[in-house]
């Protein structure tokens, strides 16, 4: 499961790298990224067929759910079912976007409690393969847009710690996943992210509290 991750790039240095047009909403530093918070992912807006900045909630809600807060279980999608579960299936053909990122956090289990350690690749920042959903609140009739993160296997180097991690997408497997482009293979690209490409060390355990946010969680901290 990912639970936890870090974004600290600005909107400019994300709309270069992600190829993104249009108007950029503000993003602010998260050093302690946690669900239902408001973060940033790259889609494909049906109307232009352009690649666009969003802000979205994360933990997705499927448009028959009768309650915001179903998207809360909804945080990570596996990627061995993601076609054919029902809260998944439609977004995975249709609506699938690119979860922008710096790092994010797994811990593992240790005799004096469980250690958190941040994990990140050789080229941040990079895109977790995500899906989003747009729901109709019954209460208020106001839309709200939503989003997961697919999990898979963790590769060779995230295994010590845990063993599984979220699904990163190479920079050559974005415009396919984005829809770019058609015929692609989707589910050959929901594969482990090379080992010879990450990256992790210990951080502090305050990282636990959702409430923490700031760059010393993200500091080395030697164990």
Same mark, same amino acid.
């Given at each position: 499961?990912?639970g ?21 909403p503000?993003?602010?530093a ?7 918070q ?5 889609r ?5 067929g352009?690649?666009?900045l969003s802000m979205?909630?994360w933990?997705?809600v499927?448009v028959? &759910? =009768?309650?915001?807060? %179903?998207?809360?279980?909804? /945080?990570n ?5 993601? +076609?054919?579960? *029902?809260?998944?299936?439609?977004a995975?053909q ?15 289990k240790?005799a004096?409690?469980?250690q958190?350690?941040?994990i990140t ?9 995500g899906l ?6 019954? &209460? =208020?009739?106001?839309? %709200?847009?939503t989003?997961? /993160?697919i999990?898979?296997p963790?590769?060779? +180097?995230?295994? *010590?710690?845990h ?6 997408l ?7 996943w984005?829809?770019d482009?058609?015929g692609s293979d989707?589910h050959?690209m929901l ?5 010879e490409?990450?990256?992790?060390w210990?951080v ?14 993200i ?5």
């Open positions: 499961m990912c936890r991750y870090y974004i600290t790039t600005d909107a400019d240095q994300l709309a270069r790298k992600f190829g993104v047009s249009g108007p950029l503000n993003v602010e998260r050093y302690n990224a946690a669900p239902t408001i973060l940033p992912v790259v494909r807006n049906p109307e232009t352009e690649r666009a979205l909630r933990g997705l499927p028959w &759910a =009768t309650d915001l807060s %179903v998207g809360n279980r909804m /945080i999608a596996r990627c061995e079912t993601v +076609a054919t579960t *029902a809260a998944y299936r439609s995975f249709k609506r699938r976007c690119l979860v922008l990122a710096d790092g994010f956090f797994e811990w593992q240790a004096g409690g469980k958190p350690y941040a690749t050789n080229a941040p920042p990079f895109a977790f393969a989003w959903e747009g729901w109709k609140d019954p &209460a =208020t009739e106001q839309w %709200v847009h989003f997961t /993160i999990t898979g963790a590769n060779a +180097a995230v295994a *010590a710690v063993d599984r991690m979220p699904v990163i190479p920079e050559e497997h974005w415009a396919a984005l829809g482009e058609r989707l050959s594969r482990p992210f090379p080992a490409r990450t990256c992790l210990p502090s355990k305050a990282v636990g509290n959702v409430r923490n946010d700031s760059p010393e969680l500091a080395p901290n030697p164990l």
